[in-house]
């Protein structure tokens, strides 16, 4: 079993729906990190949280250290968010979950 | 500021070979991490310099290797390349050993 897990594998959501990803761990942790891949391979650090809730723009991430569990939300989900979402966690060094595909459609 | 920067983008080398990536860190940060990513394997670390010294090291065979030198600048190389090294390197630097900053990296593929 990997230590991190996410779920879906792959989501296809119409533009202007609310989306959730999933992530779980099975390990102590010090942070958590949520990045974005876009096609072509660049990676973006969208948040890094070790507890509670933190907002930007349309993005949420929220972390239950107890339940070892966070999810990264999207409001008013657009196009240009299509890409792949990635949980990581500071174990030193960082151990990555496969992935969440986001496809959204006009 | 100006973010991280690896160069080459894009490499393409026949087996047996060997390459040499680089990467430049963030002005001020001296972490410098090094990650493989693959299709089938996704992410995986493969080494983490700070202030010129190895502080951790993945699960990688020792044809993988790495420096960091005094300008906190990395280079990683693969030597006696193999097919399965095709892959998309990534290079991230930080202050701390958390929040880390990622380059654009460096997609190699081995023929």
């Known amino acids: 079993k990997n230590e991190v897990e996410q779920s879906p594998q792959n989501l296809t959501a119409q533009e202007g729906e609310f989306i959730t990803i999933n992530c779980s761990y099975s390990v102590g942790i010090s942070a958590l990190h949520w990045l974005q891949q876009h096609p072509g391979g660049g990676i973006v650090s969208l948040f890094m949280?070790?507890?509670g809730k933190k907002k930007h723009g349309r993005l949420i991430a929220t972390i239950n250290i107890q339940e070892k569990h966070s999810s990264l939300h999207i409001t008013a989900s657009h196009p240009r968010d299509s890409a792949v979402y990635i949980c990581a966690v500071s174990r030193t060094p960082l151990v990555f979950g496969k992935g969440t595909r986001l496809s959204v459609i006009a | 500021k100006a973010g991280v920067t690896q160069t080459p983008r894009y490499l393409i080398k026949t087996r047996g070979q060997q390459v040499t990536l680089s990467c430049s860190p963030i002005?001020?940060?001296?972490?410098v991490s090094w990650y493989q990513q693959t299709p089938g394997q996704g992410l995986q670390f493969l080494f983490e310099y700070f202030s010129e010294t190895q502080r951790n090291k993945g699960n990688f065979p020792g044809r993988f290797s790495g420096r960091q030198f005094s300008n906190s600048r990395s280079e990683m190389n693969v030597s006696t390349l193999e097919l399965g090294d095709s892959a998309l390197y990534l290079c991230?630097?930080?202050?701390?050993?958390?929040?880390?900053?990622f380059g654009p990296g460096t997609r190699l593929t081995v023929t």
């Open positions: 002005s001020g940060h001296r972490s």
């Open positions: 991230a630097s930080s202050l701390t050993s958390s929040e880390q900053y």
């Open positions: 949280l070790s507890s």
